[in-house]
């Protein structure tokens, strides 16, 4: 494995097991079942099942993109919101810690 892919899957595990009430872990499957959304799509996807803000939301996938590595945006236009996407080369391993994680919790 890679340096970059060494360095991203340690800093995964680590934002992964400081998720204490499954907030990260649910920013995380989200992007791995629709591959890519604005922060105005996750966060009401996310408020159906938890008590959270836009600004919230905001903020962890702005912390997922710049020190995690593991997201890539762009804007069509000033006018449209940044869409934000799933680098192909990392799924495996947001998949991986995200079972691993689950696997944890149950044993």
């Given at each position: 494995?890679?340096?970059?892919?060494?360095?991203?899957?340690?800093?995964?595990?680590?934002?992964?097991?400081?998720?204490?009430?499954?907030?990260?872990?649910?920013?995380?499957?989200?992007?791995?079942?629709?591959?890519e959304a604005?922060?105005?799509?996750?966060?009401?996807?996310?408020?159906?099942?938890?008590?959270?803000?836009?600004?919230?939301?905001?903020?962890?996938?702005?912390?997922?993109?710049?020190?995690?590595?593991?997201?890539?945006?762009?804007?069509?236009?000033?006018?449209?919101?940044?869409v934000y996407?799933?680098?192909?080369?990392?799924?495996?391993?947001?998949?991986?810690?995200?079972?691993?994680?689950?696997?944890?919790?149950?044993?």
């Amino acid at each position: 494995m890679n340096s970059i892919r060494l360095k991203i899957k340690r800093r995964l595990q680590r934002f992964i097991e400081l998720d204490v009430n499954g907030l990260r872990s649910c920013i995380l499957s989200k992007f791995l079942d629709v591959k890519e959304a604005t922060v105005d799509e996750l966060h009401a996807a996310i408020k159906k099942n938890y008590d959270i803000s836009r600004s919230a939301v905001a903020s962890m996938v702005g912390y997922i993109y710049s020190k995690l590595g593991v997201l890539r945006s762009y804007k069509e236009s000033y006018k449209t919101p940044i869409v934000y996407s799933l680098k192909e080369q990392y799924v495996d391993l947001i998949r991986n810690a995200l079972e691993s994680k689950v696997s944890s919790s149950v044993t």
